[in-house]
């Protein structure tokens, strides 16, 4: 049995996540979606359970077998021993995501001594050049976010902003 890890921060999960989950989701036994935090990003909108909460009910409303999601907090290459995984799972947009993610193959690979390889899948179609950082700020504007995240997504996102007000 083949089982992926697909890592993100998902802050939040939009469409081209849920898009390279369906993907992946066809591609092996199980897929782990692993929301990890990212020390290099800012703190993040949404906390990591809540992040999870809000997978789970998006892939809910889509149907898939074989797929769950769990957080993790460190090394990438830890979360993936801890969940069995053979291998890792990334979404590519455009040439720079291509440059950032074939680095860290490359480092997760060594780190994991050489048996944690990584699989690229291209984002495809209307979903493939959406950003979580982009999501947020037009909704903390009150822009029109609905055509690029799931419902619960939109939301959330809602109450988030009105409570901050």
Known sequence: MTVAMYPGSFDPVHNGHVAIIKVAASL???LVVAVGHNPAKESGLFTGPERQEMIELALKAVELDGVR??????LVTDAARVQGADCLVKGVRNGSDLDTE???ANMNLQAADGTLHSVLL???GPDALISSRYVR???SRGGNVQSVVPEVVLDRLSRKFREQK
Do not use: M, N, R, S
């Open 28 to 30: 092996f036994d199980e």
């Open 69 to 74: 999601v769990a957080l993790f907090t460190g």
């Open 102 to 104: 074939l680095l860290q």
């Open 122 to 124: 291209p984002g495809i």
């Open 137 to 139: 700020e037009i909704a």
